[in-house]
């Protein structure tokens, strides 16, 4: 569909970290969609929104253009470029914010960590983590199932993956929850970063601990020993790697998971159809993360004037690409606004496009099917006390949830 306006000629108030956002994005981005594509907000300093499916996709596979990397400026405290609008904390992510040619080093030291057969290896420590958690709740018939379930599966197998004490899951998974969904001009968000600080500072004992041990099999011990281009990892490149995976490896999930788990309860035929029909799961999966699209959007950098449609972009113009937008873009689904557990093909762009696609993906895959299958095995009548639930204030960069209370018939543990 051809725009009416464009470019700066189409002002939104867009602001992906306010609470009207968490509430209106569908409407906001159909409107967008099909009366101002790509759009000018005013809001943390200016950037660009692109709303199209063809447009996200482009600029995210335009990496020379639209660039990741991020700078900070220690003497006057700014955060610069970085995938997040505003700014997030000055440390660089690993390898996320960063561009070729450095990218290409980057992601590939980790390539085979993340690799489809590497996460299938990790399915039955996965399984064995929803067993237990699970087994705490199933006789007394209630749970939250973001801190009883959701939660701390995805946190344990990233702990696991990273090398960090399984005992201090909660800890981590929390900081990392609160950075992501506080709104950064809140007053909250002080407190967030000072438990953000304690995560950085557990993994920098770790990384230095595991230095001095023979190599294990986790992330933090292969940082301590590995090289990348022929030199040791720096202790900062560590920490890059370690916050990047960890905010990917306990949120998204976690808010996969639980989006899933409200659908179902408010759809009950499609709850019976996916325990009738289990072989639907593949499907069902890519169609919530479509849908779901856990991770709503990133930003990038334009380091160059670029022409986009009609619109002028110039450098230093910053771009926001909501992947939840483009997930639901008419152009490209059959009735976006549905969820089809059996769509397929589904060429959803939830876990991103271009080169900085998620390395996670397989994993979260692993760790999605393990929840879900237990939970409509072992709690299949469960019920969702929706009125009690507490969505994420701030949804732009992962849509999550808070808590989300439910009751279900009680069962027996598995485990002695
Ligand atoms: C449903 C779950 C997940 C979703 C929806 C998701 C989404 C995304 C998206 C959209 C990107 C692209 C970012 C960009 O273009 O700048 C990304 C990148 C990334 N994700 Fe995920 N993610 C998920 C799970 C995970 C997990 C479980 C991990 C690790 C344990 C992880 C680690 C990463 C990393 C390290 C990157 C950066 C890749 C690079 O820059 O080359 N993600 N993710």
């Not at 002080?190 to 950085?200: D, I």
Request: hydrophobic share 35%; with cysteine.
């Amino acid at each position: 569909m051809q725009s009416k306006l464009s470019g700066k000629q189409c002002p939104i108030d867009h602001d992906h970290e306010s609470r009207a956002y968490a509430s209106s994005w569908p409407d906001q981005y159909r409107e967008m969609r099909s009366e101002c594509p790509i759009a000018w907000s005013k809001n943390h300093g200016g950037y660009w929104v692109a709303s199209r499916y063809r447009d996200i996709v482009a600029i995210a596979q335009a990496s020379d253009v639209f660039r990741s990397n991020k700078t900070y400026d220690a003497e006057n405290d700014v955060v610069k470029g970085g995938v997040l609008i505003p700014p997030g904390t000055s440390v660089r992510g690993l390898p996320i914010e960063t561009d070729r040619p450095e990218w290409d080093s980057y992601r590939s030291f980790i390539n085979r960590k993340f690799a489809p057969k590497a996460s299938e290896v990790r399915r039955e420590r996965v399984r064995h983590f929803t067993t237990e958690m699970i087994d705490r709740v199933i006789e007394t018939g209630k749970l939250d199932f973001v801190h009883d379930l959701t939660g701390p599966v995805p946190a344990m197998a990233t702990m696991e993956l990273m090398g960090l004490p399984l005992e201090e899951w909660r800890e981590h998974a929390d900081a990392m929850h609160e950075i992501v969904f506080l709104p950064k001009e809140s007053e909250e968000f002080g407190k967030a970063l000072e438990r953000f600080n304690w995560v950085y500072q557990r993994c920098a004992e770790e990384f230095r601990r595991y230095r001095e041990l023979p190599e294990e099999d986790n992330l933090l011990s292969y940082f301590a020993h590995g090289q990348i281009d022929g030199r040791p990892v720096t202790e900062e490149e560590a920490l890059g790697y370690a916050l990047n995976i960890l905010a990917g490896g306990v949120d998204t999930t976690t808010s996969l998971t639980t989006h899933t788990l409200v659908y179902l309860y408010e759809n009950p035929e499609e709850r019976e159809r996916l325990i009738a029909e289990p072989e639907l799961l593949p499907t069902a999966r890519e169609e919530l993360v479509r849908y779901f699209s856990p991770m709503h959007g990133i930003a990038r950098n334009v380091v160059e004037d670029f022409d986009i449609g009609d619109v002028k972009m110039e450098a230093g113009d910053r771009v926001f690409l909501p992947w939840s937008s483009g997930n639901r873009d008419p152009e490209i689904f059959d009735e976006p606004e549905k969820i089809d557990l059996a769509r397929f093909p589904n060429r959803h762009i939830a876990f991103g496009a271009g080169m900085h696609r998620c390395i996670g993906s397989f994993m979260a895959r692993v760790m999605f099917e393990e929840m879900l299958t237990q939970i409509l095995e072992r709690m299949p009548d469960y019920k969702v006390d929706v009125s009690a639930a507490e969505r994420y204030p701030s949804v732009g960069t992962i849509n999550g949830w808070i808590n989300m209370p439910a009751t279900f018939t009680p069962g027996k543990k598995r485990l002695v």
